[in-house]
């Protein structure tokens, strides 16, 4: 737990205490106030503004800490995801020595209704700042208008930091003392390093055995869903399969929790706006469709029609030319029921059949 000391800067300070005897084990101070707990059966992490710090579950000593971590103005001032082995944050920058293969594609294609709110900002903004012409011309402030409004946006183009990266590091592996990212550094314990946003990391989650992650940025329009397959030699050699890119909506909205269910079937996004949108994904990547979201296990990839069909093949052909549909890689996602041999009974069936909530 994170108490509040009368020594102490508020909520600097964590205390372990045993269910057992209900007795405190260890009490572990900090400079700056404490953000976020994390723990599996190895590892505790704490989060704090710009900085993780990760100590052994079981004797509580420091094994490492990083500090290239990107700042979020969200409810999550430090976003980090723990899975049973892996740990996921936002790195400043981006190493290209040790970027993976793959990542988000960077596609910045708007809807209709973005590009009418977003011209709608901008207006604001232009009015706004002829406003503050004005004011400054006639020698009259507006109360409550605060005069360092102005320098934030070059305050933000001068930083060198790059928004949108994500580093996984394996906490088993990776050394104690300080994780660095660096050209000069060999990547040990650095199992993924790619771009996943445009924009700031708001939230990251991992699914159950870990090996899917799911992301956030501040706008909270879209969710990109990564698989993580990992290299033994270096992170530069791993893939990362963008799987899915979930939409949200166009509206802003701050991303509070998310989370996929146990069988990776579904991921709920939960925002401040106290909406919790559900969206059904497979935990091998393609299109959902009624075989793989009735049936109450997890059905594979490919049904007995299409393997005694060969319409396997004819697909694994179709993606090797037309690229994979769900991924920015050509050929690293096929999809369960995206041929164009196979029935078109996906989303709006499910639709139908009241399995899929309708979110607004």
């Known amino acids: 737990m994170c ?4 020594s102490s800067p508020p909520y600097c300070c964590t205390d372990l205490y045993s269910l057992r005897t209900g007795e405190m084990v ?3 101070q900090f400079k700056t106030p404490i953000y976020d707990l994390q723990c599996n059966k190895r590892i505790l992490v704490v989060v704090l503004q710009e900085k993780i710090a990760a100590f052994d579950s079981c004797t509580f000593t420091k094994k490492f800490f990083v500090t290239s971590c990107y700042p979020c103005p969200g409810p999550n001032p430090n976003p980090v995801a723990l899975g049973s082995r892996w740990l996921a944050y936002a790195e400043n920058k981006l190493i290209q020595c ?6 988000a594609c960077g596609d910045n294609a708007q809807s209709y209704t973005a590009t009418v709110i977003s011209a709608a900002k901008t207006l604001k903004s232009g009015l706004t700042m002829v406003g503050k012409v004005v004011t400054q011309l006639t020698g009259t402030l507006p109360t409550g208008a605060p005069e360092e409004d102005a320098a934030t946006p070059s305050t933000a183009r001068r930083s060198p930091h790059i928004p949108g990266i994500v580093t996984i590091i394996d906490t088993h592996s990776v050394g104690e003392g300080q994780v660095l990212v660096s050209e000069d550094s ?5 199992v993924a390093h790619f771009p996943a946003h445009d924009k700031p990391i708001s939230c990251m989650a991992f699914n159950p055995s870990g090996m899917l992650l799911v992301t956030a940025d501040t706008l909270g329009h879209d ?3 990564f698989q993580i397959l990992t ?9 990362v399969h963008h799987l899915y890119t979930l939409h949200r909506g166009e509206t802003e909205a701050k991303v509070q929790d998310m989370c996929f269910s146990h069988d990776c079937r579904w991921v709920v996004i939960s925002t401040l706006r106290g909406t919790s949108h559900v969206f059904p994904i497979n935990p091998y990547g393609g299109q959902p469709c009624a075989r793989t979201h009735v049936s109450p296990r997890v059905v594979n990839r490919v049904s007995r029609f299409q393997k005694s069909a060969g319409l396997e093949e004819i697909e694994q052909e179709l993606s090797s ?3 994979g549909r769900c991924s920015p890689v050509p050929g690293l996602s096929s999809s369960p029921s995206g041929s164009p041999l196979h029935g078109e009974s996906s989303l709006p069936h499910l639709l139908a059949c009241g399995i899929i909530p309708q979110s607004t």
């Open 3 to 6: 108490s509040f000391p009368r």
């Open 26 to 28: 260890k009490s572990i």
């Open 98 to 103: 040790h970027q993976s293969r793959g990542g």
């Open 186 to 190: 060999d990547g040990e314990g650095v």
């Open 223 to 225: 969710f990109h869903v």
């Open 231 to 239: 290299h033994p030699w270096a992170s530069s050699q791993s893939a």
């Open 321 to 323: 030319k037309q690229g």
